[in-house]
């Protein structure tokens, strides 16, 4: 087997077990948060319902996988720990090379969440924060970690930000050898912008309606979070925005049991 469809494996079975993760999510609950129109019935949430369910995270995966696999060395963004794996070197070394900034940037990531939700929370109805929390409290700590700290990273900054850099290289930097720093900006908040744009139809779902408070707070929180990691990314590699996206969701729930968020 290649070292591209070695990496391709590894990448894509770390994203995998995230989307498993979503077999411990109570649907029913969450289902039951939706306000519904008078007449329709809630679906009944059977095994092979939430069997099914998984389909298109998985395709998706699959796509957001072979897409880096194919232009993350192209463009010079690296996942060193899987990499190793694949080549057969042991992941020790490029291990501890991103657990630091991972760490910095876990911490800098949730302050920003947090920031935010301290400022737009007064604008919010009472309604909508306690859906947020009662929505939150539904999705496992486990699910957490693992869809939103490898998954989510996975497809939106190995995927996506990879796609974002090498188009805006092929499409206004032709004469460059390589990407220049304004293709990786431009990867970053661009990804980070539509991972930020991602969250807001489970919002509107829950609420039936949106605010612009409730929209600065899904966008702009996600967003400042998501260029923290595609920073990560772009200077340490993918693991390390991995490892800040886990311990950021550690940072929100401890913040959340403060009383800080």
């Not at 609950?29 to 298109?56: D, H, N, Y």
């Not at 489970?202 to 612009?212: D, K």
Request: aromatic share 10%.
């Amino acid at each position: 087997m290649s070292f591209k469809k070695r990496l391709f494996l590894i990448l894509f079975l770390a994203g995998f077990v995230g989307v498993l993760s979503f077999l411990l999510v109570d649907l029913a609950a969450i289902i039951a948060l939706v306000p519904l129109r008078p007449g329709i019935e809630r679906p009944a949430i059977t095994p092979a319902f939430k069997v099914l369910s998984l389909i298109q995270p998985t395709v998706l995966l699959a796509v957001a996988v072979l897409v880096g696999v194919v232009l993350a060395p192209r463009v010079g963004l690296t996942a060193p720990v899987a990499e190793s794996l694949a080549a057969g070197r042991s992941p020790v070394s490029a291990l501890r090379s991103q657990i630091i900034p991972g760490v910095v940037g876990a911490l800098i990531g949730g302050l920003a969440i947090i920031l935010t939700s301290i400022v737009t929370k007064p604008f919010l109805p009472a309604k909508t924060i306690a859906l947020i929390e009662k929505f939150a409290d539904v999705v496992p700590f486990p699910t957490r970690l693992l869809y939103g700290g490898i998954t989510e990273e996975l497809l939106v900054r190995w995927g996506l930000m990879t796609f974002f850099v090498w188009g805006v290289w092929r499409l206004f930097q032709r004469r460059y050898d390589k990407p220049t720093r304004v293709c990786f900006i431009a990867g970053i908040l661009l990804s980070a912008f539509i991972f930020g744009l991602g969250h807001l139809p489970v919002a509107v779902t829950l609420l039936g309606q949106i605010t612009i408070a409730m929209v600065l707070f899904v966008i702009v929180a996600n967003s400042a979070f998501g260029i923290v990691t595609g920073y990560l990314y772009w200077k340490y590699g993918l693991e390390s925005a991995i490892v800040a996206h886990m311990l950021g969701h550690v940072v929100l729930v401890t913040a959340t049991y403060a009383g800080l968020a």
